[in-house]
């Protein structure tokens, strides 16, 4: 694709049930980064992998949070039992290997109720 | 513990003025400062980076300056314009990890 695609774009979601955010990163790049962005804030790191494997996962806050990249290209962030304080913007973003220049996508805005 | 620091929180200008955004890091393994741009709705859109080894970068209306020894850089934009509202973040990151770390970000407003 021609850019970073993240869906759904917008996801509501009771308390304590169970999410997954999806991330299709630029064709050919390996790395690939969640952050999470409330609102006024900068983006906030959670995991970086590179090709299948997480690199870094030492910004996922809990062991609610879990992310998967299993073929190396698409990634899931997966988020148990949700609480009203993981509302925010989930953003991925890809490079190519070993790049600095990192593309994101327009994110996930996540609304816990 | 903020790792790159960024002011001012908000700045409104005047089209045609010249808004200055300011950061400074604390870690010396960083070696790559990219800036960002976001409009609200979108993910950030990289907009200028800069490498340790130049003091200075331009592209078109925006130039980065870059003080090693300070361990600050500052973003400049040229002939501001109201399309250049938006909200703009540094960051920085190191050989080491590659993994960008943000400002807080500025929210700028440029009127017409």
């Known amino acids: 694709g021609a850019g970073v695609s993240q869906t759904p774009s917008n996801k509501v979601t009771e308390k304590g049930k169970y999410v997954e955010l999806r991330c299709d990163p630029i064709s050919g790049h390996t790395a690939l980064y969640w952050y999470r962005q409330s609102l006024g804030q900068g983006p906030e790191f959670l995991i970086y992998?590179?090709?299948?494997?997480?690199?870094?996962d030492s910004g996922l806050p809990n062991d609610r949070f879990f992310a998967v990249r299993p073929e190396g290209s698409v990634s899931t962030l997966k988020i148990q039992r949700t609480e009203r304080g993981d509302s925010a913007v989930y953003l991925c973003?890809?490079?190519?290997?070993?790049?600095?220049?990192?593309?994101f996508g327009q994110g996930t805005r996540l609304t816990v109720v | 513990q903020q790792q790159v620091k960024q002011s001012p929180q908000s700045l409104i200008v005047q089209k045609g003025g010249i808004p200055i955004i300011n950061c400074a890091y604390e870690?010396?393994?960083?070696?790559?400062f990219p800036w960002y741009q976001q409009f609200p709705g979108k993910g950030p859109a990289l907009l200028i980076a800069i490498r340790p080894d130049v003091s200075e970068k331009k592209e078109g209306r925006f130039t980065i300056s870059f003080n090693k020894s300070a361990k600050q850089f500052s973003l400049h934009i040229m002939d501001s314009q109201p399309g250049d509202s938006a909200t703009y973040f540094c960051a920085a990151s190191s050989g080491g990890s590659y993994i960008p770390t943000f400002g807080r970000g500025t929210s700028l407003i440029v009127h017409p």
């Open positions: 992998f590179q090709g299948t494997g997480a690199a870094d």
């Open positions: 870690n010396t393994a960083f070696d790559y």
């Open positions: 973003a890809s490079s190519l290997n070993r790049g600095r220049e990192a593309f």
